[in-house]
C-alpha cells in the first residue's frame, strides 16, 4: 500500500510563526501569576532559567529536524538513534517516546484551553473555565481537521496580536516609574535557590513545545533550511520576552498578590494605564491560549501519524484526509481526549503532567544526539550545535533538576502513561521484534 504524503506548504515564516504560536500561551498569560508564588521578585531569573534550559533543547531538535525532516519528530529521531544500539531498543523507546509525546500534546492542549477559559471569564464571567475550555477544543480541532493550509492563516494573525500585546505590557510597564525594582524588593528570593527553580519547573510549561516545528517538518517547503532556523529564532524570541514580562510583572503587583489574580498580565496592566490597555492584554491573551492550543494540538496527531506508518498504532491514525490533506482520524481522536481531559478543572495539576512527559522526551532527545555523535559521525548534518557535546548534556542536566520540582502527583501521571505507552508497544509489536529479543539473548548465552 502506497504511503499517504502530507502537503508542503509552510515556509520559513510560517514555521517561524506555528513555533511562536506554540510557545506564547497559558505559560506566559496564566502561570505567570502561579509562577510567582515560590519565585517572588526573581521571578525573571526563573523565566532566564527556563529558557537557557529550554534554549539548549531546542538546539537538538534543530539539529536532528535538519537530520530527519519527517512528521514525527521525536519518536522519529529516538527510533534513529537507539536502534543504533540494538533494533529492539530502537523500538523499545522510540514507542514509549511516541506515545508519551502524543499524550504530553492532549495534556498540555486541554491545560491550554483551561487557560483560555480564565481569560475568557475576564469578559465573559457567566460561563465557567471549563465550558469556556471545551468551546475551544472543538474550535481547535474543527481547524485543524480541515488541514494545516488553512490553520496556519489564522495562526499567523494572531501570532501578531499577542506579540504586540506582550511588547505593549513590557513597554508601559517598564515607562512606569513605580519603585522598587525587582532587584531592590525585600526579600529578593523568599525560598531562595530552590524557590527559583520550582517557579522554572511551572514555566517550563510554556517552553515545552520547542517541538512544535519539527513535527511539522515533512509539511515545511525547505525542511533541511528552516525547520532547524525557524526552531532556533522561535526559541530566543520567546526567551526574551518572557524574561522581560517576567520582571515587568512583579514590580507592578507584589508577588504575594500576583498569585491570586486569574488573568494576571491584564490586571497587572491596570496598575498603570486605564482599562483599554488591560482590556486588549486580556484579548490577546485570548488570542495566545486560541493559538498556542493550535500549536499544541498539530504535534499529536502527526506523532500517532508517523507511529501508524511503522505499525505501531491503529493503521487508521495514518490515514489523510483526501481534501484537507490532514491526519484525519488521528486529529480527531487525540482532540476527543483533550477536550475529555479539560472537565478536570484542574490547570495546576494538568499543566505540571504535561511538563513532566514533556521533560522526558526532550531528556530522550538530549541523549539521541550523543550517541549519533558517536554512532553516526559521518552522517550529513545541515544544521549542527556549536560547542560538541556541551548543550545536549547542560539541556539534561537542567532538566534532571525541573523534574525534582514538579508536582509528585503529577509525576505518577506522568509515568503511569509511559507504562501504558510500554503496554501499547507489546501490543502492537510484531513477531519479528519479539524473535529479535530471543536471538539477542541466545546469542549472549552461546
Known amino acids: 500500500m502506497k504511503q499517504q504524503k502530507l502537503k508542503r506548504s509552510l515556509s520559513f515564516l510560517d514555521l517561524y510563526s506555528l513555533g511562536v504560536a506554540a510557545l506564547i500561551g497559558t505559560g506566559i498569560f496564566v ?54 544500539l540494538g533494533q529492539g531498543i530502537g523500538n523499545v523507546v522510540a514507542s514509549i517516546v511516541g506515545w508519551t509525546l502524543m499524550t504530553q500534546y492532549i495534556v498540555v492542549g486541554a491545560a491550554v484551553w483551561l487557560g483560555f477559559g ?12 471549563t465550558l469556556w475550555a471545551v468551546i475551544l477544543g472543538i474550535f481547535t480541532v474543527t481547524l485543524l481537521y480541515l488541514g494545516i493550509s488553512f490553520s496556519k492563516t489564522v495562526i499567523n494573525l494572531l501570532v501578531i496580536v499577542k506579540v504586540f500585546a506582550l511588547l505593549l505590557f513590557v513597554v508601559l510597564g517598564l515607562l512606569h516609574p513605580q519603585l522598587p525594582m525587582p532587584i531592590h524588593q525585600v526579600p529578593f528570593l523568599p525560598q531562595g535557590f530552590g ?19 519539527t513535527t511539522v517538518a515533512e509539511e515545511a517547503k525547505n525542511p533541511y533550511r528552516d525547520i532547524p532556523r525557524a526552531t532556533v529564532w522561535a526559541i530566543f524570541t520567546v526567551v526574551i520576552l518572557y524574561a522581560l514580562v517576567g520582571w515587568v510583572s512583579v514590580t507592578l503587583v507584589p508577588t504575594d498578590v500576583l498569585p491570586t489574580l486569574k488573568a494576571p498580565l491584564a490586571s497587572a496592566l491596570e496598575v498603570v494605564t486605564s ?31 508517523a507511529m501508524a506508518r511503522e505499525g505501531q498504532l491503529w ?13 484525519s482520524v488521528a486529529t480527531l481522536v487525540t482532540g476527543v481526549f483533550a477536550i475529555l481531559l479539560t472537565l478536570t478543572g484542574n490547570l495546576s495539576l494538568v499543566a505540571s503532567a504535561g ?3 514533556a521533560l522526558i522526551v526532550f531528556v530522550a532527545v538530549n541523549v539521541a544526539v550523543i550517541i549519533l555523535r558517536f554512532k553516526e559521525k559521518n552522517t550529513n548534518r545541515p544544521f549542527k550545535i556549536p ?14 533538576i525541573e523534574l525534582f520540582y514538579l508536582n509528585p502527583l503529577a509525576i505518577l501521571l506522568g509515568l503511569a502513561w509511559m507504562v501504558t505507552g510500554l503496554v501499547v508497544y507489546f501490543f502492537f509489536n510484531n513477531g519479528k521484534q519479539r524473535n529479535y529479543f530471543q536471538s539477542t539473548m541466545k546469542n549472549q548465552k552461546m
Do not use: N
Open 355 to 357: 511538563v513532566f512527559t
Open 315 to 327: 493503521s487508521s491514525f495514518g490515514k489523510i484526509h483526501p481534501k484537507f490533506k490532514s491526519p
Open 195 to 213: 524557590g527559583l527553580m520550582a517557579a522554572a519547573a511551572i514555566i517550563a510549561f510554556g517552553q515545552i513545545h520547542i517541538d512544535a516545528i
Open 118 to 129: 480564565l481569560y475568557a471569564q475576564f469578559f465573559l464571567p457567566g460561563l465557567s473555565v
Open 31 to 84: 502561570l505567570t501569576g502561579i509562577a510567582a508564588k515560590p519565585a517572588g521578585a526573581g521571578l525573571f531569573l526563573s523565566f532566564l532559567i527556563a529558557g537557557g534550559i529550554a534554549v539548549c533543547t531546542a538546539l537538538s531538535f534543530a539539529e536532528l529536524s535538519a537530520m530527519y525532516p519527517q512528521a514525527g519528530a521525536s519518536y522519529v529521531y529516538c527510533k534513529r538513534a537507539f536502534s543504533t
Open 275 to 305: 482599562g483599554w490597555a488591560s482590556s486588549f492584554v486580556a484579548a490577546a491573551g485570548i488570542a495566545a491560549t486560541i493559538t498556542s492550543g493550535l500549536g499544541c494540538m498539530i504535534g499529536g496527531p502527526r506523532v500517532g501519524l
Open 387 to 400: 560547542g560538541g557535546l556541551l548543550f545536549p548534556l547542560l539541556g539534561i542536566g537542567g532538566i534532571i
